[in-house]
């Protein structure tokens, strides 16, 4: 059975930095693109950042770049979000998935989700 656990979500000001963790089982993970999504309330849910297989090519939203960081550590099957310069609108439930083609922006092509952790940045 897989599972992806998200966690280190919560509340933080604007300009601050928060690093979400996403821990899979069940899968080969090494062999996964892995990828972070984020829905506001309201919206529809919208890619954020991908990671191939080795951690060495990543994909990020322009709405993210120079402020997130996407990583991997396969020695312990997680995936990683690093979030600096914090702002409102980053707020919302952010997810990781799994998908085994590419870095791809199209949440209908990962096969895997988390349950999500939620992410508030206050004004």
């Known amino acids: 059975q897989v599972q992806l656990v998200e966690s280190g979500g919560g509340l933080v000001q604007a300009g601050g930095s928060l690093r979400l963790s996403c821990a899979a089982s069940?899968?080969?993970?090494?062999?996964?693109?892995m990828g972070w999504f984020r829905q506001a309330p309201g919206k529809e849910r919208e890619f954020v950042a991908a990671i191939n297989w080795s951690g060495d090519s990543r994909r990020y939203a322009n709405s993210v770049k120079g402020r997130f960081t996407i990583s991997r550590d396969n020695a312990k099957n997680t995936v990683y979000l690093q979030m600096n310069s914090l702002k409102p609108e980053d707020t919302a439930v952010y997810y990781c998935?799994?998908?085994?083609?590419?870095?791809?922006?199209?949440?209908?092509?990962?096969?895997?989700w988390g349950q999500g952790t939620q992410v508030t940045v206050s004004s």
């Open positions: 998935a799994s998908n085994p083609l590419g870095l791809i922006i199209d949440l209908y092509e990962y096969d895997y």
């Open positions: 069940g899968l080969p993970f090494s062999r996964f693109y």
